[in-house]
């Protein structure tokens, strides 16, 4: 991998509402210079959910454009070529994925979804808070990797243990 060079990232989940939708624009947001993120689901929802883009904007975070889409989209002919493909969710790091062009390298970073919490509002944007968190933890130590260093093995290696360490460690 050339020094300089922008990377595509793909993220997926199963309804590109929540976790997806977060996680696309908080790396757009922390290195758009180095990275594009797209996010999208296999059973997409109608739209991001509102406590997600809620959250974003009480960070400053962009949400213009932002959109619920099938990972469909980025199977056609014309659409990005990734470098990268993160599952936040574990029923879509389960699913038969599309073949990603330029063989991408994948990793599953999975954090619980915080669209199924339930109570109250607060109790609600408290769960997209500590979603958010645990994927903003992971990006950090994503782009921080040093990417032109590292071969494809250890490059898949160090992506995978981002999502396990984190996991393990109660993230």
Same mark, same amino acid.
């Given at each position: 991998?050339?020094?300089?060079?922008?990377?595509? #990232?793909?993220?997926?989940?199963?309804?590109?509402?929540?976790?997806?939708?977060l996680? &696309?624009a908080a790396l757009?947001?922390?290195a758009?210079?180095?990275?594009?993120?797209?996010?999208?689901?296999?059973?997409p929802?109608? !739209?991001?959910n509102p406590?997600?883009?809620?959250?974003?904007?009480?960070? =400053?975070?962009?949400?213009?454009?932002?959109r619920?889409?099938n990972w469909? &989209?980025?199977?056609?002919d014309g659409?990005?070529?990734? =470098?990268? #493909?993160f599952? #936040?969710?574990?029923n /879509? /790091?389960g699913? #038969?994925c599309?073949?990603?062009?330029g063989h991408? !390298?994948? /990793?599953h970073?999975?954090?619980p979804?915080?669209?199924? $919490? &339930?109570?109250?509002?607060?109790?609600?944007?408290?769960a997209?808070?500590? $979603?958010?968190?645990?994927?903003?933890?992971r990006?950090?130590?994503?782009? +921080?990797l040093?990417? &032109?260093k590292l071969?494809r093995l250890?490059?898949? +290696?160090?992506?995978?243990?981002? =999502?396990?360490?984190?996991?393990e460690? =109660?993230?």
């Amino acid at each position: 991998m050339t020094e300089n060079r922008k990377y595509n #990232v793909l993220f997926l989940c199963t309804h590109n509402s929540a976790r997806s939708i977060l996680a &696309e624009a908080a790396l757009n947001d922390l290195a758009g210079d180095r990275f594009t993120a797209y996010s999208a689901g296999s059973h997409p929802g109608t !739209a991001p959910n509102p406590f997600a883009l809620d959250l974003l904007r009480s960070k =400053g975070i962009a949400t213009n454009g932002l959109r619920s889409k099938n990972w469909d &989209e980025f199977a056609l002919d014309g659409a990005p070529t990734f =470098g990268f #493909v993160f599952t #936040v969710c574990d029923n /879509a /790091a389960g699913e #038969v994925c599309p073949i990603w062009p330029g063989h991408p !390298a994948k /990793a599953h970073w999975g954090v619980p979804d915080p669209s199924t $919490a &339930e109570g109250t509002d607060d109790d609600k944007r408290k769960a997209f808070s500590q $979603a958010f968190a645990q994927l903003r933890r992971r990006i950090d130590l994503f782009i +921080n990797l040093p990417l &032109e260093k590292l071969d494809r093995l250890a490059m898949q +290696n160090e992506l995978q243990t981002i =999502g396990d360490t984190l996991r393990e460690k =109660g993230d």
